[in-house]
């Protein structure tokens, strides 16, 4: 095989600790070999390099998607996109004209009643009416609950199932509707997968964290996606960081889930369910819902968690959960302190656990996250969403309770290591709308600085893994050759101090510099690459890029 020959990147800049000022990278096959000036990069170039003119342009980091459902990102790709939907006629209207296109069941996703005037969900009557009679699976914007149409519901014998409510299913109804609607083979699977992996890197992101469970997938969903990385002459997509949230109870138990991956598995957690989604009214609560009478759905009792938390912490594994409502937290809270007591916190702590969302949490709770040595992962993108004053948080929660969510500020001025993803389907893998949330938090006191979010959604996604080099995640000599090429309208410093000015150009702050993120455009990706492997190219970029040619 003919060695790739050096990459030369000039004339733009380049997001580094290392040299906050640089213009020009090398690239020597898989690894970061030099970063520095334009004038320094004139003295560089030879004649065995490609060179690159990045027109102004900024490379960065790849960034790491810390929780995604690969195959349902890609179902949703190709199902009926109810986001926009603004009210119940609109979203019969859609299911009419795709049960009209001839498919034989009608898909959707991404429904949101908390944002149409009547704020009540449709019927199973009204969806066969509208259906024709298909079968019809509508997941709302959470995916922890949908809407179905009859002739599906006694298909399933959902009436008699656990969460089924005229149409509208939630827990066993809702696992069962879904798992029957995404009965896949093979070729369905990897196209899904394929699908949803080429956004990812089309968004500069270079790794996700696939976070599977029986609940939502098969094993089978989940051995497909680990299979498509290993072919190195195939088609080059980001790396997988598997998870599976199954619960255990044993070390034994545990290694037979291993064997089922083949010992791949990043953790044994990610949506392992301790309670739901505040959407769907599932998340445990301290308190009623503002909306409702109870309190949501808690699916693991402490010593459970405390199980499954053993299980791995006996053989240094990590383990996790999905966790969204204060009651929840507190049940795995008291899952931890119980497993600690088993195996000393040492272990505990060694392990590096880690928990999903974790979007209600107050003051004594973080302070045990920070003891128990736990990681969040969580969505910026939810508060962007959600976190209106009008919106869904302050809907379900009420004015005073919403404060609390989605507390970026405080996990950090704790300590509280925190990794940051998409959840997709639920939010689109559009890592800078998760930066810009982060700044612009809708709760001025939970808001973070632009370099911090960006940390969250690169190196500290690598490190809630605990895998791979050191250095990912880092522009610096010697790191990985994991990056991504951005079109930028300006580059700035950012900070989330509403005392002091948010957006600057002032270069002696040595900070390196990160894309505005308030024009009103995203920066546009031009290619991904990772650990030396390139994953996306826009079209035109690089067209003029040549080898140096020797001078004699």
Not at 469 to 494: D, F, I, K, T
Request: include cysteine.
């Amino acid at each position: 095989m003919t060695p790739t020959r050096p990459i030369l990147y000039r004339n733009g800049s380049v997001y580094s600790a290392a040299d906050p000022f640089a213009t020009a990278m090398l690239v020597d096959g898989d690894t970061v070999a030099w970063i520095g000036s334009e004038h320094a990069a004139e003295s560089l170039a030879d004649a065995t390099m490609t060179v690159v003119d990045l027109a102004g342009a900024l490379i960065t980091p790849g960034f790491v998607d810390s929780h995604v459902h690969t195959t349902e990102t890609g179902l949703a790709l190709e199902s009926i996109d109810l986001s926009s939907c603004t009210g119940i006629t609109d979203l019969l209207d859609r299911v009419s004209a795709a049960a009209r296109s001839g498919v034989s069941t009608v898909l959707g996703h991404g429904w949101d009643e908390s944002q149409w005037p009547e704020r009540v969900v449709p019927t199973a009557g009204q969806l066969d009416a509208a259906g024709g009679g298909k079968h019809v699976y509508l997941a709302r914007a959470d995916v922890h609950s949908a809407v179905v149409s009859g002739s599906l519901a006694a298909a399933l014998d959902l009436a008699n199932l656990d969460g089924w409510d005229n149409g509208f299913v939630v827990r066993d109804a809702h696992v069962t509707a879904r798992l029957a609607s995404r009965n896949l083979d093979d070729g369905q699977r990897s196209a899904y997968q394929r699908a949803a992996l080429r956004r990812a890197a089309a968004n500069g992101i270079v790794a996700v964290a696939e976070m599977g469970a029986p609940h939502i997938s098969p094993a089978a969903d989940l051995q497909a996606l680990l299979r498509i990385g290993q072919d190195p002459l195939g088609e080059q997509l980001p790396e997988i960081l598997p998870y599976w949230g199954q619960p255990v109870t044993s070390a034994t138990e545990l290694q037979e889930v291993l064997a089922l991956f083949d010992g791949r598995l990043a953790g044994l957690g990610g949506d392992l369910n301790v309670d739901g989604s505040i959407g769907s009214r599932t998340a445990a609560l301290r308190q009623p819902y503002a909306d409702d009478t109870h309190r949501g759905s808690v699916f693991l009792q402490a010593d459970a968690v405390a199980a499954h938390l053993g299980a791995a912490t006996s053989v240094g594994m990590q383990a996790g959960f999905h966790v969204i409502g204060d009651a929840g937290l507190d049940v795995v809270l008291q899952g931890l302190a119980l497993a600690a007591d088993a195996h000393g916190i040492e272990a505990v702590r060694k392990a590096r656990h880690r928990l999903e969302h974790v979007e209600l949490a107050d003051a004594e709770a973080i302070d045990r996250l920070v003891y128990f040595g736990i990681t969040v992962s969580a969505q910026p993108v939810f508060d962007a969403r959600w976190g209106a004053a009008d919106g869904l948080y302050s809907q379900r929660l009420g004015a005073a309770r919403m404060t609390g969510m989605n507390p970026f500020a405080s996990f950090l001025a704790a300590g509280v290591p925190l990794c940051f993803g998409s959840d997709s389907p639920v939010t689109s893998p559009n890592p800078w709308a998760a930066v810009r949330a982060s700044v612009m938090h809708h709760n001025p006191a939970q808001r973070i600085s632009a370099r911090a979010a960006f940390i969250a959604h690169t190196r500290a996604g690598w490190r809630a893994v605990g895998t791979g080099h050191p250095l990912l995640g880092q522009l610096v000599p010697g790191a990985p050759a994991s990056y991504a090429v951005w079109e930028v309208e300006e580059l700035m410093v950012q900070t989330a101090d509403s005392r002091v000015q948010s957006w600057s150009t002032d270069p002696r702050a040595g900070t390196p510099l990160l894309p505005a993120l308030d024009t009103g455009a995203d920066p546009v990706c031009l290619e991904t690459v990772h650990r030396g492997r390139q994953l996306f190219q826009a079209e035109g970029f690089n067209e003029k890029s040549s080898p140096l040619r020797s001078v004699s």
